[in-house]
């Protein structure tokens, strides 16, 4: 079940956070080969001099600072289009610049992500997420 948080500093509107939340999920879902009903979105808003980045040059245009965690298994290449996805995102919704958004991908084993009838097994390129093995 990856959680994919966003911390901001910025106040979004509700027809925002609902556009990056479901644009992140369609983005996880497509370069991570999988499904959406198992993906967690965090969006949390900051004051503008919250957040920093050493290379921010305009704290007016926004921040962002994405953490995901998702479980063992994919290659760089998906590791990196999904960072670069998030970047894309929130530059074309927010106009957030692209040098001040910082991903951090934190990977686990399956079975440290729990749903409230079992726990996911690790990741296998074709599986369903919500189907197949994990205890009750």
């Known amino acids: 079940m990856p ?3 966003v911390d901001l500093n910025r106040t979004l509107t509700r027809v925002q ?3 990056v939340a479901a644009r992140f999920k369609q983005l996880f879902a497509q370069v991570m080969q999988t499904g959406t009903d198992h993906i967690a979105v ?3 808003e900051h004051g503008t001099y919250n957040l920093d980045i050493g290379r921010a040059k305009d704290h007016e245009r926004g921040i962002a ?3 995901s965690d998702i479980r063992l298994g994919r290659s760089m290449i998906q590791r990196r289009d999904l960072a670069v996805g998030f970047i ?4 074309e919704l927010l106009d957030i610049p692209r040098e001040q958004v910082y991903v951090t991908l934190t ?3 399956g079975e440290d992500f729990h749903l409230t009838e079992r726990y996911l ?4 390129e074709g599986e369903d997420p919500l189907g197949g093995e994990g205890e009750g």
């Not at 097994?121 to 296998?124: E, G, N, T, V």
Request: glycine fraction near 0%.
């Open 88 to 91: 894309d995102i929130l530059e």
């Open 65 to 67: 600072l994405i953490n």
């Open 17 to 19: 956070k609902i556009a």
């Open 42 to 44: 965090s969006i949390r």
């Open 121 to 124: 097994a690790s990741w296998s």
């Open 3 to 5: 959680h994919l948080q």
């Open 107 to 109: 990977e686990h084993k």
